[in-house]
C-alpha cells in the first residue's frame, strides 16, 4: 500500500499519457493499475460547474466537443478536441460551456488519488451549492 505523503507527491504531478500505436490505429492509456476514477462530465449550452478544488485528487480532462472551455487558476483554457488539461491537486478550476455553443459539452475525467464527492470544496457556485 501507498503511503500519503508519496500519493500526494504523485498527484501533484501530470500523469504521463502513454501513446500506443497498434496496425489498427493507436490507443491513449491515461493510467494503469493506480487508485483512479474515470467519468465523463457534460455541460449544458449556457452553463458551468462550480468554481472548486480538491485536497486529495487531481485531475487529467480530456476536451471530446468543440466549445470546451476551462477556467484554472485564474486563466481561461479553450482546448481544442483530444487535448488534455492538468488540474493539479489544490489548484481551482471549472468546466464551462462557450456562450457561443448551441450543444452541450463533454469532457473526460480521469481524477487521480482518493475520489469523494465531499472533496469538493466549492469556492463559486451559481446552484446555491456549498
Same mark, same amino acid.
Given at each position: 500500500?501507498?503511503?500519503?505523503?508519496? @500519493? %500526494?507527491?504523485?498527484?501533484?504531478? %501530470?500523469?504521463?499519457?502513454?501513446?500506443?500505436?497498434?496496425?489498427?490505429? !493507436?490507443?491513449?492509456?491515461?493510467? @494503469?493499475?493506480?487508485?483512479?476514477? +474515470?467519468? #465523463?462530465?457534460?455541460?449544458?449550452?449556457?452553463?458551468?460547474?462550480?468554481?472548486?478544488?480538491?485536497?486529495?485528487?487531481?485531475? *487529467? =480532462?480530456?476536451? *471530446?466537443?468543440?466549445? +470546451?472551455? +476551462?477556467? %484554472?487558476?485564474?486563466?481561461? *483554457?479553450?482546448?481544442? +478536441?483530444?487535448?488534455?488539461? =492538468?488540474?493539479?491537486?489544490?489548484?481551482?478550476? %471549472?468546466?464551462?460551456?462557450?456562450?457561443?455553443?448551441?450543444?452541450?459539452?463533454?469532457? @473526460?475525467?480521469? !481524477?487521480?488519488?482518493?475520489?469523494?464527492?465531499?472533496? #469538493?470544496?466549492? *469556492?463559486?457556485?451559481?446552484?446555491?451549492?456549498?
Amino acid at each position: 500500500m501507498m503511503n500519503e505523503s508519496f @500519493l %500526494r507527491e504523485r498527484i501533484m504531478q %501530470r500523469p504521463e499519457t502513454l501513446h500506443v500505436e497498434k496496425p489498427w490505429g !493507436s490507443f491513449d492509456q491515461y493510467a @494503469l493499475n493506480t487508485n483512479c476514477t +474515470v467519468k #465523463i462530465l457534460t455541460c449544458k449550452p449556457g452553463q458551468k460547474l462550480s468554481l472548486q478544488r480538491h485536497s486529495h485528487r487531481g485531475e *487529467l =480532462w480530456v476536451a *471530446l466537443d468543440p466549445g +470546451v472551455v +476551462v477556467d %484554472r487558476d485564474g486563466e481561461e *483554457l479553450r482546448p481544442v +478536441v483530444g487535448e488534455e488539461i =492538468w488540474l493539479p491537486l489544490g489548484s481551482t478550476h %471549472r468546466l464551462r460551456c462557450d456562450a457561443t455553443t448551441a450543444h452541450p459539452v463533454r469532457v @473526460l475525467e480521469v !481524477s487521480l488519488g482518493v475520489f469523494d464527492e465531499a472533496d #469538493i470544496e466549492r *469556492l463559486q457556485d451559481d446552484y446555491g451549492r456549498n
